[in-house]
């Protein structure tokens, strides 16, 4: 296995040749910051929840639901957005994103009623949907290779400092402003990076040389979805983020709830525990890769060991009252809940041919927007409303069990789906590139 991720070249070719580092790092810094004002326009709105659900009269499913939206948005139209974004230019389709969903929260402050609301939301939807793998390549594309997965980490770290952000400001804005005020701050924000990002980024700088064309492949597309163990990593990654995702969104209500703090202390509160899931996320996928060199195996393992741990520490959490204790064991839940995103991306990197990994992606991004993020904070929001959000709240972890049976699955047939799709690529002579062949 080894020798074949070396002679195979997985990262392709150098595409940073002739980029200043300075300005790489310009690019990069942009590029950062509009992630971050993707994840604070989107997470904005779990700190005003309280408010929202007092001054609209809102039931916990409609309050769901203005969350789920943007996720269903982001997971159904993350594929075809990246597509288009790679035709019509990474750079312009960046700024027209950031554009769209600052604007739309925006109109978030603007709205006056509850179908307003859910009409911009879904517009944030629609612009965040393919900023994350757009981004990502566009960062990958300026520095160079053996930098890659680093800032690959840091850049999706992004997402969740983005979350902290949004909740912890948006709360404190919402409590001493209003709830309008947390979503113009976070558009203005936006705005002024999206106006900025096209003066200093342009795409005939990132662009890699003519002269590098891609290897020769044929029918690597069918990488996608040919193996069970791929499919296994795409449902079992969505499944443990309907833990996750759901714990994020509904924490600052659970605090205002059950703890009785204002929308401001709730945000900083649920920001800690977002922050983390952050952490964890970091930490998880560093142990994945140092107990996974020799035996790759192992991180399916690991994903397994993360989804039940979590499982517990969050059922033991929210079956205990409220307290410094259970808000401990959810900040430790937390932490590996989301841990299983390391091993999942490296099931996906291994099983799909590296001509299509920003597709294959893009596939696990739809099913962790279809199976989790969107459906997870709708589902608990509507059983919220007969059973109370404590009671949900208890339910949700079980999801991990589910989660780690699919997990399982996709460890019994690795081995030979590995072997399979190395029976499927060959070296190209004189090329150091490789290109599938027909068996």
Known sequence: MAAYIASAADDGADTSRGIPRRYAWIVFALTFGLLISDYMSRQVLNAVFPLLKSEWALSDSQLGLLSGIVALMV???TFPLSLLADRFGRVKSLVLMAVLWSLATLGCALAENYPQMFIARFLVGVGEAAYGSVGIAVVVAVFPRDMRATLAGAFMAGGMFGSVLGMALGGVM???LGWRWAFAGMALFGLMLALLYPLLVKEARISPPRSMAPCKVTRPLRTLYSSRSVIAAYVASGLQLFVGGTVIVWM?????RYYAMGTDQAGVVAAIIVLCSGIGTILCAMLCDRL???RPDRKISLAIGYCLGSCLLLSVAFALPSGTVQLVLICLGMMIAVGTNGPSSAMVANLTHHSVH???FATLTLFNNLLGLA???LITGRVSDFI??????QCVPLISIGAAAVFFIGKRHYHSDMARLEGQVQPVPDAGRIQEVKP
């Open 75 to 77: 997971g159904l139209l």
């Open 174 to 176: 919402a409590q001493h």
């Open 252 to 256: 600052p209500s659970y605090l205002n």
């Open 292 to 294: 996974g060199r020799q």
């Open 358 to 360: 920003g597709t294959a």
């Open 375 to 377: 459906t997870g904070p």
């Open 388 to 393: 109370g959000l404590h009671a949900a709240f």
